[in-house]
């Protein structure tokens, strides 16, 4: 990143010199290190000098996540901001009078738009707090929440899990939650299941289910492109898992299990310049209602490209339809358009071709985390993997609390994994290695990076607490085999 913009200098404060030192000092052509210095006046009002800025300058460098592909910094200018600041306003009707603010990172989208530049913009005011407190003391997001009276705050998904599973009976005490008006949940895939626990859970303290949210957007649109802010619970959709496999999104039959999709809001929003069109990637046909396709979006919240990678800029931002429509975004994103909302239903480049059959990895990670309480809240991470046959095999990699489990109740664990993927999916599993909590790794707003965990797979460089290889992977995978072989320990 630091190479791909030119860096001239970087940043930072006394207490994180040395640190940052040394770190920046292991990269060659590394810029100098700057101290800012916080203990200085702010100059009077006076001194401020018009730097003449106007709409179309670059406000700054937006990194993608990197969960699928190299980081590339989106180039944001000023007029991306007031315009997504203005969508995010006629969709959830906030303005001058909010409170806004959480634990959410200004090194983030999330954070340095949704809780801070659009209250800028507004005129509201906003609170924070760190991000590193959050991640210790859960309960603290609550407390500033109660404590500054905020209506606006919000987190991705692993946030609202983290509060169920942290969150203590007596660190509620004396906490009211009934002023909070609008939690979004986004950033990362929502699980209806956190919904449903984080609402049923909190709701002795005044939460309410309505004030939960899903949204959906990206680095490209500068933040948000839907977001269903009805005063109502979200709305979750039980889809036919095998009709979903073929881009049909239905409902799943009374009497079968299918796969819950939560909506992410209305994909017409009165006012907003912003088109969002379902597209087949392919034929690149405009596709209708309850048909999977590719994301594609145009507006003038969408940004201009990314930071000299003319090629990527090209491919991603200016696709035209077959029936020539043009200037659209290439997301990458799936999803399906039902009754006017937006379900998101995965990733292009992480959907699992199987046998012909195309499968949703968080699925085949869902059916994995239900099958013993020891992996429950866990994160997994599955892809395929090319056999001995040059087939393709499905390998899953998946966070375990191990503690007082021996090898024959991990062994067990494993089987009790590929029993539930096999009668759901109907799948055979080619390799299941547990590993301890994080080692599945995640970007900086929680989004699994299945690419990079296939990588490690291959490359053996897992910190394995048991496994299980079939035959067909053996020679791919030697060491990982041979600990299979041992134990597994």
Known sequence: MI??????????????????ETWIGTHEGAPPVIITDRSADLPAPCDWVDPEVGPDHVAFLQFTSGSTSTPRGVVIRHHNILDNAEHFSRVNGCGSENRFGGWLPMHHDFGLLSMFLFPLCYGASTVHMP????????????????????????????????CVRRVTDEQEKGIDLSRWAWALDGAEPVLPATLRRFSKRFERIGFRAETLTAGYGLAEATLMVTCDAQAKAPTVVCVDAARL??????????????????????????????????????????????????VWISGSSVAHGYWNRPEDTEKAFNA???????????????????????YITGRMKEVLIYHGRNIYPQDIEAAVRSADTRLE???????????????????????VQPRGADADQLEEI???IHRNVSREFGVALGAVVLVRRGGVKRTTSGKIQRLKMRSAFLEQDLKTVHARISPALSDSVPRLANRTQEGGR
């Open 3 to 20: 190479h791909s913009i030119g860096a001239s200098a970087l940043l930072t404060e006394k207490s994180a010199l040395r640190d940052t």
């Open 377 to 399: 809240h866990g994160i997994g991470a599955a892809f395929t993997v090319h056999g001995d046959d040059s087939k393709e095999e499905i390998a899953v990699v998946h966070e």
């Open 131 to 162: 991000a590193s407190g959050f991640l210790r003391r859960p309960h603290s997001w609550f407390y500033l929440i109660d404590r500054f009276n905020l209506d606006f705050s919000s987190s991705p998904n692993f946030g609202y899990d983290l």
């Open 245 to 294: 496999e073929k881009g049909e999104f239905h409902p799943a039959p009374v009497s079968e299990s299918g796969r819950e999709i939560v909506r992410c809001g209305d994909v017409d929003v009165p006012g907003s310049n912003t088109r969002l069109l379902i597209v087949d990637p392919d034929t690149r046909d405009v596709l209708p209602s309850n048909t999977v396709g590719e």
């Open 320 to 342: 035209v339809t077959s029936d020539g429509q043009s200037g659209f975004l290439r997301t990458g994103d799936l999803a399906a358009v039902d009754d006017g909302g937006l």
């Open 414 to 416: 494993l089987t009790r």
